[in-house]
């Protein structure tokens, strides 16, 4: 698997050097000795190439001066994951049959700047890590842990089983998200691109909410509408922690 441009390379040698295998770097790279310097404290090849050369590696992608060779991702075990979202306060983000890699990828952005929240994806009908979703998370990836489950309805009942709220996002007809009471520990769910949550799925919910639009014509994508409602979770987690420190 290959990274791409100066950002995801740099995330990924800070969070997870030892995912590498080595580093090309295009002659005239800006921001070489930077990046050499860190490779260099973890025993990592760095090759300078020319374009001309560069161009074949990359396989024609928008690299931005630098290419990097790394391990296949690692998806976390569900169980081991939920555990950890429930001892590290982190919120659990189903995603049900999200298919565009550039939705995934940025929603592993957003969630990444954010911190503290995991992504759970079906194995079937769903985008995957790949070598594009990366390039668009940027490096949230390494601090994001994503895993993959069979069924998403019997991850969500375990879930559940583990005191999870289960909130999903609705384009309509939902709770306003301004006048939502947040439970905790909570755990939403994001649909599709053009179907939302399915049926079968919205059985599963505690809780629906629908983020207010201002032209009620419009709405968001999946991706705009993981990271505000995911922003509120974050906003809401803080003022609850910081509740309970004060009592």
């Given at each position: 698997m290959r990274i791409y441009g100066k950002n995801?390379?740099?995330e990924r040698l800070r969070a997870n050097p030892q995912s590498f295998r080595k580093i090309h770097i295009e002659h005239?790279?800006?921001d070489a000795s930077e990046i050499t310097k860190r490779a260099k404290k973890h025993n990592?090849?760095?090759m300078v190439v020319q374009s001309s050369r560069m161009?074949?590696?990359a396989r024609n992608k928008n690299m931005q001066g630098i290419v990097a060779d790394v391990c296949d991702f690692e998806y976390a075990d569900y169980d081991d994951l939920l555990k950890q979202c429930l001892e590290k306060n982190r919120c659990p983000v189903f995603l049900d049959?999200?298919?565009d890699p550039q939705n995934l990828?940025?929603?592993i952005r957003s969630l990444g700047c954010l911190g503290r929240f995991a992504i759970i994806i079906p194995t079937h009908d769903s985008a995957s890590v790949t070598e594009t979703v990366l390039k668009i998370a940027c490096?949230?990836?390494n601090y994001v842990p994503i895993a993959l489950v069979a069924n998403i309805n019997k991850a969500l009942r375990k879930a559940k089983d583990a005191d999870f709220w289960i909130v999903g996002s609705v384009v309509e007809g939902g709770t306003n998200m301004d006048d939502f009471e947040w439970p905790h520990p909570i755990a939403l769910v994001v649909g599709s691109e053009r179907g939302g949550i399915r049926d079968v799925i919205l059985k599963n919910l505690d809780f629906q909410i629908t983020v207010p639009m201002y032209v009620d014509?419009?709405?968001l994508n999946a991706a705009q509408a993981a990271t505000v409602i995911c922003y509120e979770i974050a906003r809401h987690k803080r003022l609850h922690n910081k509740n309970l420190s004060k009592s």
């Open positions: 995801t390379v740099i005239g790279f800006t990592i090849p760095v161009d074949r590696i049959s999200l298919q990828g940025a929603i490096g949230g990836e014509t419009m709405s």
